[in-house]
């Protein structure tokens, strides 16, 4: 509109105007993952340190950020942007494999990457490690490929350049606030603050009930199993120990006999017993086996390995009479093959 020779302000103008308020207002978050779209690896390698993020359609998916070490720092601007390059694929490796995806550099020589000639042990090794990935490189102006280069240079920009930070929020903090909020709620938390025995262990933050820092779960309203639930059945801890699963719940809630709980909890869940081994030794079997009537009638062998070579022979096999208790110990070699 500025160059034009007469300022017209027209409803199109309003409507692109108003779009742009709304996109600078709202606050930007990470979409996930749609495995039918193509994915869009963006790179960049400053003096210090490297920048990428994942996206698809022009939405970001995730954000990647790497101090070099001195040897690299040192190196060429190639090294430095293939470095960026091998080390963003292989933080998205789950993502991107069998996926076909482009990789998006501010590197032009690295736009031939696939068909250029290896001259170079730095490009052999770094080359190496997209083997099997079906990528396309292209080349994308460092003024352009603002997203990576913000990465890549962070530390040289103020605080106030990070924009927005997202989080999720459950929704049982907020069942927890409506419960405390209720009679039952209410009674439950003037008992614990105004304890005079523990006067200082309780206290109230945000509408929520606290135990020395922690969010404190009444035995109502299925809270204590939903924490269990997600905190041992969910796809982010996969179904975790006793120790782990304890871990995370002492991080943030807090309930009598949680460590009781826990344990029971783990022990009745049915993923677990059916899908993990026991961590002790294997037992014996459950009938003792016959004796036999003769010598050599019944044998048991086994192997001794990893003994020091004697005469070109490192392993032993013994042979024993399950009556007599009498062995045969013969010197095998190493690579035997019967």
């Given at each position: 509109m500025l160059h034009n020779q007469k300022f017209t302000w027209s409803i199109s103008t309003q409507e692109a105007f108003t779009e742009l308020k709304l996109q600078i207002s709202q606050v930007p978050t990470l979409y996930l993952p749609d495995f039918s779209l193509p994915f869009v690896v963006e790179t960049d390698a400053s003096a210090v340190v490297v920048g990428a993020v994942l996206s698809q359609k022009g939405h970001p998916l995730s954000f990647f950020r790497k101090k070099m070490c001195p040897r690299l720092q040192a190196s060429s601007v190639y090294v430095r942007e293939m470095y960026a390059i091998t080390k963003?694929?292989?933080?998205?490796?789950?993502?991107?494999?069998?996926?076909?995806?482009?990789?998006?550099?501010?590197?032009?020589?690295?736009?031939?990457?696939?068909?250029?000639?290896?001259?170079?042990?730095?490009q052999k090794r770094w080359i190496s490690k997209l083997q099997g990935y079906d990528f396309q490189t292209l080349y994308r102006p460092g003024k352009k490929n603002v997203v990576a280069d913000a990465l890549s240079r962070q530390d040289?920009?103020?605080?106030?350049?990070l924009l927005a930070l997202s989080s999720p929020i459950p929704l049982l903090f907020e069942e927890l606030q409506q419960f405390y909020s209720i009679i039952e709620g209410?009674?439950?938390?003037?008992a614990c603050t105004k304890d005079t025995q523990r006067p200082s262990l309780f206290s109230v933050h945000h509408d929520l009930l606290f135990f020395c820092h922690q969010v404190f779960l009444p035995d109502t309203n299925n809270f204590r199993n939903c924490i269990l639930q997600e905190l041992h059945e969910s796809p982010t801890t996969g179904h975790s120990g006793i120790k782990p699963t304890l871990a995370r719940i002492a991080a943030a809630f807090y309930w009598l006999g949680w460590t009781r709980d826990v344990k029971n909890y783990i022990q009745q869940c049915t993923t677990c017993q059916r899908n993990k081994y026991l961590p002790t030794k294997p037992h014996g079997l459950l009938q003792p086996p016959s004796l036999p009537n003769q010598v050599w009638e019944d044998l048991s062998m086994d192997f001794i390995t990893h003994l020091p070579a004697s005469v070109g022979h490192s392993v032993i096999w013994v042979i024993c009479d399950r009556l007599t208790k009498y062995a045969h110990f013969l010197a095998l070699p190493k690579q035997f093959n019967a």
């Open positions: 963003a694929v292989q933080k998205w490796r789950q993502y991107l494999l069998g996926q076909h995806f482009k990789i998006i550099t501010d590197q032009k020589s690295l736009n031939t990457l696939q068909s250029q000639t290896i001259q170079t042990p730095e040289t920009y103020p605080p106030s350049m209410t009674t439950l938390v003037d």
